[in-house]
């Protein structure tokens, strides 16, 4: 295995308070020195790659903890290969994966597999979220504990809502007691049935259905009384509607361990996007108004907001290339994800450090992974970020399998220039 | 003058120009229609497709006579949106039209944006012959050369919708024609029937008949579909009808001289009283009479002028 010095570039890291230009020393795929002017004729072993880094920006690797890989069952829309490709691409060199394949991920096998696979490619850490209920049904609890020794890092029936708010106490119970986060998705059916896009003055003039707000408001209400009641945390899910980001204010001014993400779309897009039935805007929960927009800003900004999600989901052309009524929902975030998320940046919404903290270190600690952190004697799993290169969003350049992306053709500033995950070098522009 | 786009999609892409260049050349073509020989050459060698995936027999007649009296050829095809859920069939459609190089098409879709979908996806003009609860601009149309031969123009009159304006596609172009041409709308409905931020289109809003058509010139009642019922958007039709139905009773807070109108087709007794429906006030038949017309209007000016 190769060693690596990386020269000169500025070192952010939330886990440690750094945020200054020094050396950082990569040793059989561990963070082996940090610090000025690290002499690579100092190094007795094998002389290291030097790579000059300077004006870039040094990072841990950023992690993605909600991704969508569509693999075992929906593999023309993305595989777990395809899925890391894109992942470190996008700056990413770990990946939490949702349950919703087919088979879903409710059972050791499912998620043995995602970690075989994951394992032979090699390219990003891949860690399985698996199913709250069997089936994602919201009737039976999953073997939680055969799960997590399986591998699986958290609970979810994401694309699906625990609607019974009994089971939903016993799965937050039950996973506190094996310390495994479980990550709601905030949605009351009896209110969305139907909707197409978000309830406004966009959906009226379109004569789409609406999804209320208060389809997740209601149930971040929920979840936070039934963590609130059982003294158990949450994580919620893809946080969209500012009545979820006072919900979950208000939840952590009293101390409830509640925790939450947002995905980019949420904070560049409104719900005007669809005025030309663009399918590739139709997500879960739907862009909203330009009011959440500005309420997802702050809650990230006050921190309210800990992580930012790609919440990547991939269809392909024969679920996007039809009537808005008819197409699937999601869009695919991985490529985007950090581009996006940087304005927040240069719009001073969040200092870089608070960014790589929602991208990197928050994520980690939510899901108790051992990553997040440019510790000495930690995993080299470092992301490398050039904060003035412009690109052009174009679908045809990605990694992903499919394209179903609104972003195409924006202009950005700012990506990930170099990914080494487990002290090699995974992506490099 | 021409359209500007080679689609009518809705009223709302529509200019006030582009609307009187259509109401205008709608008159023109009345006469047609009540030549002994009901049949001009104007559209000798051109063709209509009417692509309908929702039933509608009045409209696709309307569309098909106003072809064959510019002497267009006209064909049909109906889909069932069962057998659509699979979206691949409107692109496969599509494209298998454009091979057979007709000049219109006029698509009728139960899912809002449809026409749209198909007018990125094909090079012949499309009119929109109604699109879910979205638009549906040729009804906007016809009502409108309806009210203008009757009062002489729209600017300030007082036009009240009533019914169930969330799913209604009339409602909104009508919305969309009749602010643009300076008339003053409201709308009115139970609240389970008034989409949200419906004011921001310009109109007012009233939650009962009664206030919505005080002094109206215009009073435009809406069908209810009787189906929806089960979404709890209102408790039962004897319900609905005791608040909304308009009658010999209510009318009277009307204009003198209110004309009634209905897209069709009525449900008589639940939204209008049959002696309303049927009585001086209603210009249902008209309607439909304009809605040849118009149709003759978009027909010619989007393949005519070629
Ligand atoms: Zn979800
Ligand atoms: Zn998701």
Not at chain 1, 22 to 49: F, M, R, V, Y
Not at chain 2, 188 to 203: E, L, N, S
């Amino acid at each position: 295995m190769m060693n690596i010095l990386l020269k000169g570039g500025r070192v952010v890291d939330p886990s440690q308070n750094i945020d200054e230009e020094i050396d950082l020393l990569i040793k059989e795929g561990k963070i082996a020195q940090i610090g000025k002017d690290i002499d690579k004729n100092t190094i007795a072993d094998s002389a290291p790659q030097t790579l000059n880094l300077e004006g870039k920006i040094v990072v841990p690797g950023l992690i993605d903890m909600h991704t969508h890989l569509r693999e075992p069952g929906f593999e023309y829309k993305e595989t777990i290969q395809t899925g890391c490709q894109a992942a470190v691409a996008g700056g990413f060199t770990s990946i939490a994966c949702m349950p919703n394949t087919n088979p879903i991920n409710d059972n050791r096998s499912v998620t043995e597999l995602i970690h075989r696979q994951a394992k032979r490619y090699n390219l990003a850490n891949v860690y399985p979220i698996a199913a709250i209920s069997r089936g994602s049904e919201g009737i039976t609890l999953t073997e939680f504990g055969d799960l997590k020794d399986a591998g699986a890092v958290a609970f979810s029936d994401d694309g699906k809502p625990v609607m019974n708010s009994a089971l939903m106490r016993r799965a937050l119970e039950y996973a506190f007691s094996l310390d495994i986060p479980i990550i709601s998705h905030c949605e009351d059916t009896t209110l969305s049935a139907g909707g197409l896009m978000n309830e406004g003055f966009v959906s009226t003039e379109l004569g789409l259905q609406g999804i209320p707000n208060i389809a997740e408001d209601i149930m971040v209400a929920r979840d936070i009384a039934i963590a609130d009641y059982t003294n158990t945390p949450v994580h919620i899910a893809h946080v969209s509607t500012a009545g979820s980001v006072r919900l979950i204010r208000a939840a952590k001014e009293r101390g409830i361990k509640v925790t939450a993400e947002t995905a980019p779309h949420y904070f560049s897009l409104t719900d005007e996007t669809l005025n030309k039935y663009d399918t590739c805007a139709k997500v879960y929960p739907p862009l909203r108004s330009a009011d959440d927009v500005t309420a997802i800003k702050e809650g990230l900004s006050d921190g309210t907001i800990d992580a930012i999600a790609s919440d990547h989901a991939p269809h392909s052309s024969i679920e996007k290339e039809v009537e808005f009524e008819y197409a699937s929902s999601g869009m695919i975030g991985l490529e985007t994800s950090l581009s996006l998320s940087l304005k927040l940046v240069a719009e001073g919404i969040l200092t870089l450090n608070q960014l790589i903290l929602k991208m990197s270190t928050n994520p980690a600690g939510i899901l108790r992974i051992p990553k997040g952190t440019l510790k000495i004697g930690s995993d080299a799993d470092i992301t490398v970020i050039d904060t003035e290169r412009e690109w052009t969003v174009d679908i045809n350049t990605f990694r992903s399998k499919s394209k179903n992306s609104p972003f195409n053709g924006w202009k950005l500033k700012g990506m990930a220039v170099l990914t080494i995950m487990g002290g090699e070098i995974k992506y490099s522009v | 003058m021409k359209l500007a786009s080679k689609d009518v999609l809705g009223i709302k892409e529509l200019s006030v120009d582009e609307i009187n260049l259509i109401l205008d050349t709608a008159e023109s073509f009345i006469e047609v229609s009540t030549r002994e020989i009901k049949k001009v050459p104007t559209l000798r060698g051109k063709t209509l497709v009417t692509l309908f995936y929702e039933p509608s027999t009045r409209t696709r007649t309307s569309f098909e006579i106003a072809a064959k009296r510019l002497s267009a050829d006209t064909v049909s095809i109906s889909a069932t949106t069962s057998s659509v859920i699979k979206g691949e069939t409107l692109i496969d459609t599509a494209r298998n039209l454009e091979a057979m190089n007709p000049d219109i098409i006029a698509i009728r879709h139960s899912a809002a944006g449809a026409p749209h979908m198909l007018s990125k996806l094909i090079k012949q003009s499309i009119i929109n012959a109604g699109d879910g609860a979205h638009e549906h601009p040729t009804q906007a149309l016809l009502d409108m050369m309806t009210i203008k031969e009757k009062k002489g123009g729209i600017a300030g009159l007082k036009v009240a919708i009533i019914g169930d304006i969330a799913h209604s596609r009339v409602a909104r172009s009508n919305i969309y024609g009749l602010t643009k041409m300076g008339a003053d709308v409201t709308v009115a409905g139970p609240v389970t029937m008034i989409p949200r931020d419906i004011d921001k289109m310009g109109v007012t809003v009233h939650y009962r008949l009664e206030e919505a058509i005080k002094n109206a010139d215009i009073i435009m009642m809406l069908r209810i579909q009787l189906e929806r019922q089960g979404d709890s958007i209102f408790p039962s039709l004897r319900e609905y009808s005791n608040y909304y139905c308009l009658n010999a009773q209510n009318i009277k807070l009307a204009k003198d001289d209110v004309l009634v109108m209905h897209p069709g087709p009525i449900n008589r007794g639940v939204e209008i009283a049959p002696d309303i429906a049927d009585g001086p006030y209603s210009v249902i038949l008209e309607q439909v009479t304009n809605g040849v017309a118009v149709r003759m209007a978009l027909l010619y000016l989007l393949a005519g002028g070629k």
